[in-house]
């Protein structure tokens, strides 16, 4: 799903994979052929939560977001070789904003201090905010710790592409 609103551009890909189980690119694989489609985004999900599978290097540099939001439900969400794909500034340069919604211990313990440094938000729901016209967004994350969904985090505003 790529969503364009204006400049803006926001991309969900569900569940798809990119990667084979070596953990190479698999150019027969979903990520592989819609990546030239959808193009650089302001925003994008990670494919399967990130799980190692996915964001093969040709998919990141293909869409090359600002911001990557990671549905984390799981102690390889993401996993490790993920984390240094969509981090890598040999796949694309610039700033990113790494958001995961429930990263868990777990796996804050096996990847360790990579998860501090590159991630901006590590719980919470994410909420992206596009201004009228779409020339800039902004992300705000909402307590879900109750059911009042309070402002807890707030990015941006970011210009769009």
């Known amino acids: 799903l790529r969503i364009n609103f204006g400049h803006f551009d926001y991309y969900a890909g569900g569940d798809i ?12 694989s ?3 052929q819609i990546a030239p489609v959808v193009g650089p985004v302001d925003v994008a999900t990670l494919n399967h939560h990130g ?5 093969s290097t040709y998919f990141v540099r293909a869409v090359r977001p600002k911001v990557w939001i990671g549905q984390t439900w799981s102690s390889d969400h993401p ?5 240094r794909r969509i ?3 040999s796949l694309y ?3 990113r904003l790494l958001l995961a919604t429930d990263m868990l211990e777990a796996n804050e313990m096996v990847i360790g201090e990579r ?10 729901h994410v909420v992206v905010r596009v201004a009228n016209g779409g020339d800039t967004y902004s992300i705000f994350i909402l307590n879900d710790n109750n059911s009042n969904r309070e402002i807890i ?3 941006g505003p970011f210009e769009s592409r």
């Open 51 to 55: 799980n190692r599978d996915s964001q």
């Open 79 to 83: 996993g490790d070789d993920v984390l």
């Open 17 to 28: 994979s990119g990667n084979n189980a070596d953990g190479a690119p698999d150019f027969n």
């Open 153 to 155: 985090n707030k990015f």
């Open 30 to 32: 979903i990520e592989a």
């Open 87 to 89: 981090t890598s500034k």
């Open 93 to 95: 340069p610039g700033d």
């Open 115 to 124: 998860i501090e440094r590159s991630y901006a938000s590590l719980h919470g």
